[in-house]
T-cell receptor
Framework: GAGVSQTPSNKVTEKGKYVELRCDPI?????LYWYRQSLGQGPEFLIY????????DSGLPNDRFFAVRPEGSVSTLKIQRTERGDSAVYLC?????????????FGEGSRLTVL | AQKVTQAQTEISVVEKEDVTLDCVYE???????LFWYKQPPSGELVFLIR??????QNEISGRYSWNFQKSTSSFNFTITASQVVDSAVYFC?????????????FGTGTKLQVIP
């Protein structure tokens, strides 16, 4: 499809396990963002990539969270030693190189449940 | 302090009624952008509008209109003659010059239910 694709759409894991969430942005979009949305809350910024590099990772909550974008396209959000508090919908968004500020194209999210 | 406040958690209206969603923001920057996004039940956030801090002109797009008032730090969103398809969660958001504009801060959202 032409939109931002996120996999898996749902992930259930046990406390302490490792999880990877994948984001495939719109082709040609150079900027990629990860947000986290807890129930009843607005999306919360985690990290922003411009190309392959993380331009701003100030939203990552702790060192259990890490994200990569090795070829400047697909990105993977990695969560180590998951905790119940990590349960949320993880949203990915992308924007084109000439895109207007804040006009983000979001995927449908990956719902993570940590038991 | 919360940077974007949407005091209305949930609103229910009957179809064809007008409804206004409130948004109050807080920033120390003189240059910033304000946005509204819609999140339907499918979960995918959809961009609706962007306003920069130097443009206080109100905007109308079909049944949607936005009222930006710097004096009260508000950026309210009105839907005229609401329809069932307008049912969604609506988020107001802010990006600031000090954050390089790339970090968009969202409010907690207002859930709008339009009853047929």
């Amino acid at each position: 499809g032409a939109g931002v694709s996120q996999t898996p759409s749902n992930k259930v894991t046990e406390k302490g396990k490792y999880v990877e969430l994948r984001c495939d942005p719109i082709s040609g979009h150079t900027a990629l963002y990860w947000y986290r949305q807890s129930l009843g809350q607005g999306p919360e910024f985690l990290i922003y990539f411009q190309g392959t590099g993380a331009a701003d990772d100030s939203g990552l909550p702790n060192d259990r969270f890490f994200a990569v974008r090795p070829e400047g396209s697909v990105s993977t959000l990695k969560i180590q030693r998951t905790e119940r508090g990590d349960s949320a919908v993880y949203l990915c968004a992308s924007s084109p190189p000439t895109g207007a500020v804040g006009e983000l194209f979001f995927g449908e999210g990956s719902r993570l449940t940590v038991l | 302090a919360q940077k974007v406040t949407q005091a209305q958690t949930e609103i229910s209206v009957v179809e064809k009624e007008d409804v206004t969603l409130d948004c109050v923001y807080e920033t120390r920057d003189t240059t910033y952008y304000l946005f509204w996004y819609k999140q339907p039940p499918s979960g995918e956030l959809v961009f609706l509008i962007r306003r920069n801090s130097f443009d206080e002109q109100n905007e109308i797009s079909g049944r949607y209109s936005w009222n930006f008032q710097k004096s009260t730090s508000s950026f309210n969103f009105t839907i005229t003659a609401s329809q069932v398809v307008d049912s969604a969660v609506y988020f107001c958001a802010l990006s600031e010059e000090s954050g390089g504009y790339q970090k968009v801060t969202f409010g907690t959202g207002t859930k709008l239910q339009v009853i047929p």
